[in-house]
């Protein structure tokens, strides 16, 4: 496609993806409150959320995790300034890309027990509670079209290895002398964090209705990475 077909001058708004993206985001929150009001689906978002995370992080050195409480947050990501550029790698193709930001109030509060386990299994542990907390993420955008002779035709989405994270964490250590809100914890959670991330910064869907093809190559049918 030449460039002169595709080109739409100024940035847009987006606003009507911004209505879809919305919908998106409080039906996910509906599905995690199993589609119950009040207290009862606060409720069923937090045993689903403690039993995927200690299904996630188990770990001979983790006890049991709680989920005390969570805050699903009200709003959506919001895109702005998307445009279409030229696709460095094909003259003929072309980008999209935008500003993702996301500002809401979601946060979890949980506890749990580190184990040490020298000399013996089990041998001490050490209560911690932590109550983490997410306010702003925002990072460009880039959403490349599928190669239509490809053997696998994607859609790929990836994020800017330099978005923003704005995190607060609350941190209580031991049972009898706490210490709290150690910065190294916070500092250790933000990192990993950051780094989960950046490692699954790009996202691979592929198109609906391939699977005769992928077949023939010996490619899975399901989304990649």
């Known amino acids: 496609m030449a460039e002169s077909e595709?080109?739409?001058?100024d940035a847009e708004t987006a606003e009507?993806?911004?209505?879809l993206l919305q919908a998106v985001a409080q039906t996910y929150r509906e599905e995690l409150r199993a589609n119950l009001q009040g207290g009862a689906g606060e409720e069923a978002a937090r045993a689903t959320i403690e039993q995927w995370m200690n299904k996630t992080l188990?770990?001979?050195i983790l006890q049991n995790i709680i989920i005390h409480s969570v805050n699903l947050g009200?709003?959506?990501?919001r895109?702005?300034?998307?445009?279409?550029?030229?696709?460095?790698?094909?003259p003929n193709g072309f980008v999209a890309e935008c500003n993702l930001s996301y500002i809401d109030t979601v946060s979890v509060s949980l506890s749990t027990s580190v184990l040490f386990n020298y000399p013996v299994p089990s041998f001490a542990r050490l209560p911690v509670s932590l109550t983490?907390?997410?306010s702003l993420f925002s990072a460009n955008v880039s959403i490349k079209p599928p190669t239509p002779t490809a053997i696998a035709p994607s859609v790929t989405l990836t994020?800017?290895?330099h978005f923003h994270l704005e995190l607060s964490t609350t941190s209580l250590l031991g049972s009898r002398a706490k210490l709290a809100d150690v910065p190294k914890i916070h500092q250790m959670i933000?990192?990993?964090i950051r780094r989960a991330i950046a490692e699954r910064a790009t996202w691979k869907f592929m198109l609906p209705g391939l699977a005769a093809r992928t077949a023939r190559e010996g490619l899975p049918e399901t989304p990649v990475k």
């Open 6 to 9: 595709w080109r739409t001058g």
């Open 16 to 19: 009507w993806f911004n209505l």
């Open 58 to 60: 188990q770990s001979d």
């Open 74 to 77: 009200e709003s959506a990501p």
């Open 79 to 90: 895109v702005t300034e998307a445009r279409l550029i030229p696709d460095l790698h094909d």
């Open 132 to 134: 983490l907390s997410l």
């Open 159 to 161: 994020l800017s290895p």
């Open 190 to 192: 933000e990192e990993r």
